[in-house]
């Protein structure tokens, strides 16, 4: 995954950004590792 920085900092929503509602369900399907990382999107 390719996280646009610029876009970032500028405040803009970048694509990869998900609503919460998918992330209720894509969330219990991520690998053990990815709960680790920050969530995108919260």
Known sequence: MIVD???VRKGE???WIV???LWARI???L??????LPKLGR
């Open 5 to 7: 920085h610029e876009r």
């Open 31 to 36: 690998p053990r590792w990815e709960y680790a």
């Open 19 to 21: 609503s919460d509602d």
């Open 13 to 15: 929503q970048p694509p």
């Open 27 to 29: 969330e219990p399907l």
